[in-house]
């Protein structure tokens, strides 16, 4: 077992089998301001123009993000109020690379790719799909690296679990974003948003003109059932009734919510029989192509029928994520393939086949006196693993599991499993309009809004803001708080 001989810093991808793509950079001895001059050029030399294109792409997805601010920011255009994620990507340009996969994305950018260092491909250097300056040149220069393999396809191990096929080129951008740009974190952890959120939402509302006020309360139960009528929506955690609203917000994955959305039968045929919520949409009635009922999309009755299936994007698990944290560890140096004198790296990221082999997806060393480490991996580690990577004198401090090998594998997951894209068309953040539903032609009834909608493409904290920023202003529009200054009611043309 090896001593580290000097601080950890930077990071590092270890291929597995003693073998690493990338060490940490031979220059942590330097004194810093040298550090700040050689790490950049290291990195321009081992990527080169790859470097340059992908950071182009990165910085065109940061300005189109900076426009969704803006857009979702005024209230006074029709255009600006998205009813779903989809219309969104749409607008700024996004949508179509939220529908291929990460490695197809990076095709249309040029990128090298080595599929040798890609699990299931032939151990053989690709250079007929990406051009002339690639492997047939970078296998022959030294210092020379494959940007795609290794780097690229590290961090979305690390951000989401899902390597470059299963990711779509949205959120591929998304996680690579921290390698380029200045980001920021929520001192105390991101639970402080909902803490800041609520406490913003009072003052403003006590602020307010509006009379009569009812204090804003925060109940901590579990909601079980959500049950509509015509006018409005039920909430139940079991047996209990925690009162009706006219407007129910969804902030959590269908998938893992494990609440059931019922309604009674829009044909009023049996007004003690509970059916599921249609918060995919409805059929129209097919009974008959001629009666008009059936043409406008109601049933005999004049309600709308016949749920839809909900998306893929809805209904499959989360990937599964578990959060290891011990003490007293001792690394194996000889495990991985490090000597005595050799620098360790503070994070150590994997790639494909790293991942397979260690069974882990980053490995963190939080502090080096204490043997303080904090891993991520898709399954929880065994003690045989454990005692393989910290040696057997470790002590677990800490085990959190998402989703994973456990019986709420089913309801858990860390991240969305992306697809490659193919997952990516998504609900519309209103799921549920009881209007339509039942066929009431002044537009009142109940709503059930969903938010996490937008996960279906991409997800993190700041995605989840814009998803809660955009099914506020439709709320909004819906209680005539706000309205678009160019909306116009439909008329007849003259």
Not at 17 to 40: A, M, R, V
Not at 277 to 289: A, F, K, T
Not at 422 to 427: A, E, F, I, N, T
Request: aromatic share 10%.
């Amino acid at each position: 077992e090896a001593m580290m001989a000097q601080e950890p810093s930077g990071f590092g991808i270890y291929h597995g089998n003693q073998e690493w793509l990338l060490k940490p950079s031979p220059f942590s001895s330097y004194p810093l301001f040298l550090q700040s001059i050689l790490k950049p050029l290291y990195f321009i030399w081992r990527y080169n123009i790859d470097l340059f294109r992908l950071r182009q792409a990165v910085q065109r997805a940061i300005h189109a993000f900076d426009i969704v601010y803006e857009l979702l920011n005024d209230t006074s255009s029709e255009v600006t109020y998205f009813e779903s994620p989809m219309e969104m990507w749409e607008a700024i340009g996004l949508r179509s690379a939220a529908g291929i996969t990460f490695h197809d994305f990076l095709d249309g950018l040029g990128l090298s790719r080595d599929r040798s260092l890609e699990l299931g491909s032939d151990d053989v250097h690709d250079v007929v799909e990406t051009g002339w300056w690639n492997f047939n040149w970078r296998k022959w220069i030294p210092g020379m690296g494959c940007l795609r393999s290794e780097v690229v396809t590290a961090m979305a191990i690390n951000t989401y679990n899902q390597d470059l096929n299963q990711l779509n080129g949205l959120v591929g951008l998304v996680s690579y974003v921290p390698a380029g740009r200045d980001l920021f974190s929520i001192e105390g952890g991101n639970h402080k948003l909902m803490d800041s959120a609520l406490y913003q939402a009072a003052k403003l509302y006590e602020s307010s003109k509006c009379e009569p006020k009812q204090r804003i309360q925060r109940h901590q139960k579990q909601i079980t059932a959500v049950v509509s009528d015509e006018n409005s929506m039920e909430l139940l955690s079991n047996e209990e009734s925690l009162g009706t609203f006219d407007i129910v917000i969804l902030a959590a994955p269908l998938q893992q919510s494990r609440i059931q959305f019922l309604t009674y039968s829009p044909m009023a045929l049996d007004r003690s029989i509970l059916h599921p919520m249609p918060l995919g949409g409805v059929h129209d009635n097919l009974d008959s192509e001629e009666d008009d009922a059936a043409s406008s999309g109601n049933n005999e009755h004049g309600q709308r029928s016949f749920a839809l299936p909900l998306p893929s994007s809805a209904t499959t698990p989360y990937t599964s994520v578990v959060s290891t944290v011990v003490s007293n560890a001792t690394l194996n140096g000889t495990h991985f393939g490090l000597s005595n004198n050799e620098p360790w790296p503070r994070s150590i990221l994997v790639s494909e086949r790293g991942k397979l082999l260690e069974g882990i997806t980053t490995l963190t060393i939080l502090s080096a006196d204490a043997g303080l480490i904090k891993t991520f991996s898709s399954e929880e580690l065994s003690t045989e693993q454990r005692n393989i990577l910290f040696g057997p004198y470790h002590i677990v401090e800490y085990e959190q599991s998402w989703g994973g090998g456990r019986e709420q594998a089913k309801y858990g997951g860390a991240t969305p499993n992306f697809g490659g894209g193919r997952r990516s068309d998504s609900l519309p953040y209103i799921v549920y309009q009881g209007s339509k539903h039942w066929g009431k032609t002044d537009g009142k009834g109940p709503a059930l809004y969903y938010v996490n909608a937008i996960e279906s493409s991409v997800a993190a904290i700041e995605i989840s803001a814009i998803g809660s920023k955009s099914t506020a202003k439709l709320v909004a529009r819906q209680l005539g708080l706000i309205s678009p200054r160019n909306y116009r009611m439909p008329r007849e043309e003259l």
